[in-house]
């Protein structure tokens, strides 16, 4: 179904919407939100993003049924959300009961979950991909042409905003790291009169001692003071 004027408005409303949002999290769930009012064909959505080490995750979705589908695509490995990540590209199915790509995937979706047909957009930037943005119909050949792109103009949007949203959740988490070295750099000076640089390296050392993160280290000597890193030494 082709996007009327007043659907690439709410696309544009959207646009400006997620910028405001306060987080990654927030954003996700926006656009969860948004997938069913501007893809013609789409009655749920969800979004798997991609972490650290290729785990996958459905971040935010607008129903149950919707989350247990996209997690039996992960568990089995097999399905539409698994190839668009995968294989970066857009993955489109009419009739998930016919469908062969998938063989333990889609029996499930369309016979236990009752999806009949799906779009998979990837969420990408340049150079960044955070997971793919997944469209579920209850009725057959739900997603035309249009809808495609559509769901294409979405993900983008969103891809953009998600991208923005990560480097605000990034250097705001780089800020507090900062302020609670600060801190606990801070009680090693007044405890032994050490240097700004010394008192650095002396939690630099008890973090590579420990291997545990720089920031935990720190969050210990700020809340709990050195002696509780000589405690933990000793036991």
């Known amino acids: 179904m082709k996007m009327a004027a007043g659907e690439w408005e709410k696309l544009a409303d959207l646009a400006r919407s997620m910028s405001e949002e306060s987080g990654f999290r927030d954003t996700v769930v926006a656009a969860v939100r948004s997938a069913p009012q501007l893809v013609g064909g789409c009655d749920e959505a969800g979004v798997s993003i991609v972490h650290a080490g290729g785990r996958v995750t459905t971040e935010a979705s607008t129903g149950d049924w919707v989350e247990q589908a996209d997690a039996l695509q992960v568990e089995l490995q097999d399905g539409p959300c698994v190839q668009s990540i995968h294989e970066s590209e857009t993955v489109r199915t009419a009739d998930l009961r016919e469908e062969p790509r998938w063989p333990r995937w889609s029996p499930s979706a369309a016979d236990r979950l009752g999806f009949r047909s799906m779009l998979c957009v990837q969420l990408f930037t340049s150079g960044h991909t955070f997971g793919c943005l997944n469209m579920y119909s209850d009725t057959v050949d739900g997603f035309d042409h249009d809808d495609v792109q559509a769901g294409l103009a979405l993900a983008a949007h969103v891809a953009v905003a998600l991208r923005g949203a990560d480097l ?7 800020l507090a790291s900062r302020d609670v070295i600060g801190q606990a750099k801070g009680r090693l000076v007044e405890r032994f009169g050490l240097r700004s640089e010394q008192a650095f390296d002396v939690l630099v050392r008890f973090s590579q001692d420990r291997n545990v993160k720089l920031r935990a280290v720190a969050e210990e000597v700020a809340l ?12």
């Open 224 to 235: 709990k003071g050195f002696d509780s890193l000589r405690d933990d030494t000793s036991s």
């Open 168 to 174: 605000v959740d990034n250097l705001e988490s780089a």
